[in-house]
């Protein structure tokens, strides 16, 4: 059983920055793919951005340039470094810990992070 706990979120105005983190209840970053996704309101939960237990990167196109992900293994923290926020970028952000195919995936609770205009 793995544990994710996110924070860092709030209200910010447009152009700011966050730093949200993922705190795990144990060290699963050598073996577990581990992402961010945010859910706006009336919308489908979205993927934006993983690392994987390699430490290989990827950014969905909406925030690549913006966003950051990055992982302190000693800590069992990751981290979503947002900069330039948008309106757009308002959501719920979760934290994700997956193993491959291999069941279960895990999630947060969620942080909101509201950009004002």
């Known amino acids: 059983q793995v544990q994710l706990v996110e924070s860092g979120g709030g209200l910010v105005q447009s152009g700011g920055s966050l730093r949200l983190s993922c705190a795990a209840s144990r060290n699963i970053f050598s073996t577990y793919t581990m992402g961010w996704y945010r859910q706006a309101p009336g919308k489908q939960r979205e993927w934006v951005t993983a690392?994987?237990?390699?430490?290989?990167?990827n950014y969905a196109e909406s925030v690549k340039g913006r966003f950051t992900i990055s992982r302190d293994n000693a800590k069992n923290e990751m981290y979503l470094q947002m900069n330039n926020l948008k309106p757009e970028d308002t959501a719920v952000y979760y934290c994700?810990?997956?193993?491959?195919?291999?069941?279960?995936?895990?999630w947060g609770q969620g942080t909101q992070v509201t950009v004002s205009s």
């Open positions: 994700k810990a997956r193993r491959g195919g291999i069941p279960p995936n895990y």
């Open positions: 690392i994987t237990s390699s430490g290989s990167t």
